[in-house]
């Protein structure tokens, strides 16, 4: 198997909505955000599927090494021979590499969020870091619009909080801030039992609206030039904000299910903006 079809298996494996915007992508940038796409799943793979933490952190520390190789002309993960080639094409820089480490590392430290602005932090190493250098392969001319795509990243890292509250506290996590859970009066033992109440309802609600704020903070931020250029940024916007809106009518029953788009509504929302311009 060769590098480029790794990177291709792993994402179309992953079963993800950032998928369906790179479909529309010219083929180098499509092979680029794929590889650049894969190995933030990588990464993210090793907190999720690693049960135990202390192998995890071991496979954290080797991808820091791989990462510092393939950056000096050395890469040995077939991941990074596919990324690596993009690299000074699309202003891939290693810091951006190893933020994205840091973010999943403090999955391993911490379970828990004192206050929005530590949640807010980790949302820019996962999220906000991916989506500058996504936005650099879309096809960035103005600065500004790397504003856009940090702002971008924290809603789209919102929604899936949102999202997976349920899954989380399977494992022991809670991405809500601890001073929000104490403002709305919900246990964390309540969320980790998955206990759906009015109480927690009125916590999520409270939760959406700071993620549609950050959607519409991010639209009024992306300059006009590159506009047509982000389109799939645009398309991941349009498909997440649809799913947030459907957890929201469904009064976020997130705890026991995990609430998703079927593949054609996904690939309807995409469609609609690459050909209409719609969100």
């Known amino acids: 198997m060769t590098p480029e079809q790794y990177v291709q298996d792993k994402a179309a494996a992953s079963g993800s909505s950032f998928y369906y915007a790179f479909l529309f992508l010219p083929k180098p940038r499509r092979a680029a955000i794929t590889a650049f796409y894969a190995f933030c799943r990588e990464i993210d793979d090793v907190v ?21 190789q393939s950056c000096a002309g050395q890469p040995h993960h077939p991941v990074m021979q596919a990324l690596m080639p993009h690299a000074a094409t699309y202003g891939i820089e290693e810091r951006q590499l190893h933020e994205v480490i840091e973010g999943c590392q403090m999955d391993l430290d911490q379970t828990r969020y004192l206050d929005f602005p530590a949640l807010r932090r980790y949302c820019h190493l996962v999220a906000g870091v991916v989506g500058e250098g996504a936005a650099r392969i879309f096809g960035q001319s103005d600065p500004q619009t790397t504003q856009y ?3 971008l990243g924290l809603a789209l890292q919102l929604t899936n909080i949102i999202r997976d509250v349920g899954e989380d506290a399977l494992r022991g996590r809670i991405y809500l801030p601890v001073n929000e859970l104490q403002q709305f009066d919900v246990k964390a033992h309540e969320i980790l039992n998955r206990v759906h ?3 927690f309802i009125s916590l999520m609600r409270f939760q959406a609206a700071r993620a549609h704020q950050a959607y519409d903070e991010a639209l009024a931020l992306l300059p006009p030039a590159d506009r047509r250029m982000q389109k799939p940024g645009l398309m991941m916007a349009s498909i997440y904000r649809t799913l947030l809106r459907e957890i929201e009518r469904d009064d976020f029953q997130v705890l026991h299910q995990r609430v998703s788009l079927t593949p054609v509504r996904k690939l309807w929302l995409a469609w609609r903006v690459q050909a209409l311009g719609k969100l």
């Open 48 to 68: 999720d599927e690693v049960t135990d933490p202390g192998v995890a952190a071991t496979k954290l520390a080797w991808w820091r090494t791989e990462v510092a």
């Open 149 to 151: 795509a940090h702002k």
């Open 197 to 199: 109440s009015e109480r």
